[in-house]
């Protein structure tokens, strides 16, 4: 179906763009730029709103001119012609007036990707007052910008004139197939996980000491977030970012970058609740794990113990029948380092890693900074093709040109092939972790793409990504989602698996459930991450998020949703796979209070004194009482003092004491959450 642009349909409708746009946030369409393309629907909706005011208007005004015993005649119909016209066939009556009024504009020669300044120069006009013009058409722009062809249009349109663009190919987004005949063997690129503690950074430490590259340039390694090794005359790389937090980061924006994860376990401590997290956010993204049981130098440790509780997550010993490769270490003293090297080598062989060295190179950035010295540097890792000193290059919604590549070593090289790192100097601003990268053909081009990508990030920030109970059926008729993704949190292992069990239950005719991560305790940013990384939504059964996890999830748009009956929710999930959710009552919280004293009060009972951190407490608000991040009493604040006195509410910043309605088991450190509930129809 052909579409309008807002501010075609303005000129249409001889209206302001601000006017159309309000007409569209009336309906409910959000449009934030003049720019954007609305579908047929929505045009003739709009277009017949206007009608019909103007008909309103025209009939006001003779019933004004109507002398006293005189009938109103009634009002002509609005250039009836051309009305049938639209109504009858609207974008064929829009594409004819196009048409003619093409026809009569002067042409002017505009090559792709030029700037502000070069199409001033083109017409003869203050690139000042161009940009005054796009502004107020809703773009923001810069004299040395690129204009977009979109831009281009609507700036011809507005002057009288069409710009006849010598276009280039477009960019490329899709992904890219070699040649099987181009593949060689690329070093493997691995990521160090596990609990805290458990000796990450010490085994990264051990690795990097055994290389004899760097032990030759007098062991002194430059940090750039990633560093490689020589062993048995093969490179490894590894992401100098240890912890599945960082992993997920990256994955979540789209960058696939890790080849192997090791997953460290102390042989004294064992399996704990941020290994679990790392296996889950490992098993997400689909990446082999190789166990590295840390710390066998200690009294106590226990190997075959650790073996024992992770086969309970699938992760099985070779020597037990499995496939996973188990390697026993000692990062302290330097114990089985080269055996660990040496299985990493064996799994990436017959993983058989490959990429095309001779394609234009692409990757991502794993981090970047602002130097003083140097200016915008970033570290990427080449996943495909070869880069070059001089080379012009893109980074998400950066460019620049590769004026220096500098190696793990802090030396300066002339190129870097795929599975190296290497930090590039030569941008024009500082991309963020996780953008992918890629050489383009020329300095204009990577300029150009950089800023078409910019706006595509603006139009498509208000679009929702993530899946949510509310349209998770209708994403499954859409084709968009096969199962629905859970991280599931919950008070007690014991409930977990009730819920478990609860869940594999339902019939998963159509939607099939998938629990990705379960543990018990307080919703964390790091199951949001997951969530966000993996399309899921997050799950809690009598706990509560921590105050930065509930902020990523509000931010990211991942839908988490907290309940205390299990029937309860199993029954919202099974009714989100058939499409039949009930109306729901949303929480709006009210204010986050810190219980910091606990005394008894004559004929009120147990009072927290308690200090108001967030939002406002009411006396008779709802409230949960929440210790270690779990559930312990839901009910009413009976009672709200200041000093001595009864008062109504109580403001963040200030202290005072809280009575709850039949519950005495306070404690100090406890937090308690007032809120309110709204009832959303669900559309």
Known sequence: MPKIRVHQLAKELDMTNEKVIEHLTKKGVPVKSSFEALDEETAEHVRKIVRREAEKAEARIQAKNVKPGEKAKEAPPVEEEKKDKVEAS??????????????????????????????GEALGKNPNDLIKTLIKLGEMVTINQNISAEAMGVLGEDLGIKFNINEEEAEEEEEVFDDEASLQP?????????????????????????????????GITQHIGAYQVFHNEKRITFIDTPGHEAFTAMRA?????????VLVVAADDGVMPQTVEAIDHAKAANVPIVVAINKIDKPDANPDKVRQALTEYELVPEA??????YVEVSAKQKTNIEEL??????????????????????????????????????????????????????????????????????????????????????????????????VAEDEKKARRIAEERALKKRQLAHLKRHVSLDDL????????????????KGDTQGSIEAIRESLDKIEQTEVKIHVIHKGAGAISESDVMLAEASNAIVIGFNVRPEPKAKEMAEKEEVDLRTYRIIYKLVEDITAACIGMLKPEYKEVDKARVEVRKVFKAPKIGVIAGSYVVEGEITRNDLVRLVRDGTVVYEGKAVSLRRFKDDVKSVKEGFECGVALADYTDIKEDDIIESYELIEIPRG
């Open 90 to 119: 609207p974008e064929v009556a829009v594409e004819e007036v196009d048409a003619s009024a093409e026809e009569d504009k002067p042409v002017v020669e505009i090559p792709e990707g030029a700037t502000i300044k070069e199409v």
């Open 186 to 218: 690329k070093p493997p690129v691995i990521t160090v996980m596990g609990h805290v503690d458990h000796g990450k950074t010490l085994l990264l430490d051990a690795i990097r000491k055994t290389d004899v590259i760097a032990s030759e340039a007098g």
């Open 253 to 261: 924006r789209g960058a696939s970058v890790t080849d192997i994860a």
């Open 320 to 325: 037990w029948g499995g496939d996973t490769v």
């Open 341 to 438: 090297l040496d299985m990493l080598l064996l799994v990436a062989e017959m993983r058989e890693l490959k990429a095309n060295p001779d394609a234009p190179a692409s990757g991502v950035t794993i981090e970047a900074n602002l130097d003083k010295g140097r200016g915008p540097v970033a570290t990427v890792l080449v996943q495909r093709g070869t880069i070059r000193v001089g080379q012009p290059v893109v980074i998400g919604t950066v460019f620049g040109r590769t004026r220096a590549l500098i190696d793990d070593h802090g030396r300066k090289i002339k190129e870097a092939k795929p599975g190296y790192p290497v930090e590039i100097i030569g941008l024009s601003a500082v991309p963020s972790a996780g953008d992918k990268f890629k």
């Open 473 to 488: 059926f209708e994403k499954y008729k859409e084709g968009a989602v096969q199962e629905l993704k859970i991280v599931l």
